[in-house]
């Protein structure tokens, strides 16, 4: 099975996925998507600002870690500041913001597993040193 795009009838939210969301997360509606072409999306959607500076990738980072219940950013200003120039040159030389700590493979499928931020969970470094792979994010301390 492959991922498509779905759009919401009524507020018009499209989902990346295997399979519509039952409830829309925009509007609430019940059962409101239905199959679209990229084509579709790509008039349907509103223009997003662009995460093109150091500041807006690590503000994402921010909010990501805030709205996480295991993680934190880490607390080096300088190491996130370093970690966001590497994301931002992976973006203008390989087209996505791959983590700069990992080497990509040309194989697009996989390389998706290594956007910023990647799954950290499932790596060895969560579970035995409590960090991402470069240790832009840490676990919470209970």
């Not at 992976?90 to 697009?108: A, D």
Request: net charge neutral; proline share 6%.
């Amino acid at each position: 099975m492959q991922k498509t795009f779905w759009r919401c009838h009524v507020c018009n939210d499209i989902h990346y996925g295997l399979r519509p969301p039952e409830v829309c997360p925009t509007c609430g509606a019940k059962n409101a998507f239905a199959r679209c072409d990229p084509a579709e999306v790509g008039k349907v959607q509103q223009p997003t600002e662009a995460i093109d500076t150091e500041e807006k990738v690590i503000q994402v980072w921010k909010e990501f870690a805030a709205s996480n219940p295991i993680c934190r950013l880490a607390e080096d200003e300088n190491e996130v500041r370093m970690l966001a120039g590497g994301v931002l040159e992976n973006m203008r030389n390989r087209g996505l913001k791959y983590c700069p700590c990992r080497i990509t493979s040309g194989n697009l499928e996989k390389d998706l597993l290594l956007i910023c931020p990647c799954n950290f969970v499932r790596q060895k470094n969560w579970t035995e040193l409590g960090e991402c792979w470069c240790g832009l994010f840490k676990k919470k301390e209970d």
